[in-house]
């Protein structure tokens, strides 16, 4: 029996119902469906009557499964819904040309890499607590980087994962490392921000291509961090059997964690950090690949009481109340929550006193120039409004799982 038409109806049904709840602004039902129409949709795509549909489709699945994640990011914030893309749309081009392996013109390629390279203005300030896990990466840094003694062959890291709730610093820590290798004349040490997802459902049945240009560049530029965010997406494959492409994936992948192309260079050295949300669903043989996995868990108070510090007084804020008091009140937020937290109370504030703005646009620019913005002293009140609208995401059980996955893991 052919399955085809069941799953693409099952596909369509779910998006159907998916976009009607993004409509009516109930992201969490679009999130469910968009996830469960980005399941139809890898089933479907291996229905496919050739490889170039075939790669169309998972593209698309790729596509949903991306907004159906970004749309439970946001999930707990009113104001940041209108500043959501628009979901995708169903339309699957099955013509494009250039997911047939071999077939793109290698300047899309290099193209696609120098999009992914960034210089990083994060230091190590920047990120409030996990001082264990920054001395640790200093630490791997330093001992990959420094002389090694004539006669002792010494074994260094070069593959990192970072795993977590959302939201807990894995990128700015993967930030702040790749900009301590600041290259003294030539300005930054180059940082690879590959977002794993992005370059599957643009460049699906590529992929693999470009991650080895990826690597060449990183060596070329040595020291260099490629870092590698979504991870679990690169080699997870739960929702389908493996083709080709994905097989491809893999084996690049696990050269590159390897070295193979550096062995025997010890003036070359490409840090990887991986990072994901997910870290079960990522293959077993990439993950022993991984010689430090770290836990980025929720912050403590320590953190939560470091990362208020950045998002307030380092801005200039005052408090009329004790910190101490926003520290219990935060308990279960992550850092991207407390941020959150932190700007949706200062803008309340400076919203209400300087409710006049508008009409003073309206008298001219000279008269807003010489207008002076006012502030006051937050308190308690503000940021317990402002918990109405920002409220943590990450469940204490969905830490746990966290926590036991690592347990299970040693
Ligand atoms: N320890 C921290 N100190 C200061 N700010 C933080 C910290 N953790 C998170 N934040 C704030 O939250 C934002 C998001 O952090 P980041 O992008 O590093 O999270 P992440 O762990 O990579 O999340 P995701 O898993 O969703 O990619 C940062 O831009 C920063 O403003
Ligand atoms: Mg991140």
Redesign the pocket.
């Known amino acids: 029996m052919d399955l085809g038409p069941k799953l693409k109806r099952a596909c369509d049904d779910a998006l159907h119902k998916a976009k009607m709840a993004w409509k009516a602004g109930d992201s969490e039902t679009a999130a469910a469906n968009f996830e469960a129409a980005s399941k139809a949709m890898f089933k479907f795509a291996e229905h496919a009557q050739s490889r170039s549909m075939e790669y169309a489709r998972k593209r698309k699945a790729i596509e949903y499964r991306d907004f159906a994640r970004r749309l439970r ?1 946001v999930g707990a914030e009113p104001q940041a819904k209108s500043n959501l893309p628009k979901p995708p749309s169903n339309h699957v081009d099955e013509n494009r040309s250039h997911e047939t392996a071999g077939g793109e013109p290698e300047s899309n390629i290099s193209e696609a890499v120098s999009a992914l390279v960034h210089t990083s203005t994060i230091t190590w300030d ?5 001082e264990e896990t920054k001395r640790d990466i200093k630490y791997t840094l330093g001992l990959s980087l420094a002389k090694p003694p004539a006669d002792v062959k010494i074994t260094t890291f070069r593959n990192m994962l ?1 795993y ?12 702040a490392t790749s900009n301590s290798l600041k290259v003294t004349t030539e300005g930054q040490a180059l940082f690879f921000n590959v977002k794993v997802s992005g370059v599957l459902s643009k460049y699906f049945g590529e992929s693999s291509k470009i991650i080895s240009e990826i690597y060449g560049a990183a060596r070329d530029n040595s020291p260099s961090v490629v870092f590698l ?2 991870f679990e997406s690169l080699t997870s494959n739960r929702d389908s059997e493996q083709t080709g492409a994905e097989r491809r994936i893999l084996s690049t992948i696990l050269a590159e964690l390897d070295g193979l192309a550096e062995k025997g260079r010890s003036d070359i050295f490409v840090l990887t950090i991986a ?3 997910r870290p079960w669903e990522i293959d077993a043989a990439v993950m022993s690949r991984f010689e430090k996995q770290i836990l ?1 868990p929720l ?1 403590d108070e320590e ?1 939560r009481h ?2 208020l510090d ?2 307030l007084h380092k801005k200039g804020y005052q408090l009329d109340f004790d910190l101490a008091e926003l520290i219990d009140d935060t308990e279960g937020y ?6 959150r937290l932190a700007k949706q109370a200062t803008s309340q504030m400076i919203s209400e006193l300087n409710a006049d703005l508008p009409d003073l646009i309206d008298s001219g620019l000279a008269a807003t120039r010489a207008y002076q913005v006012k502030v006051r002293p937050l308190t308690l009140a503000d940021f317990e409004r402002a918990k109405t609208y920002i409220r943590p995401s990450t469940s204490p059980a969905e830490m746990q799982r966290y926590i036991d996955w690592s347990v299970e893991d040693d």
Request: aromatic fraction near 2%.
């Open positions: 990011e920047d990120i409030g607590g996990l970072f977590g709730p959302p939201g807990t610093g894995k990128t700015l820590l993967a930030a965010d979504e990072a994901t949300n980025i912050p953190t470091a990362i950045i998002h992550s850092g991207r929550e407390i941020e």
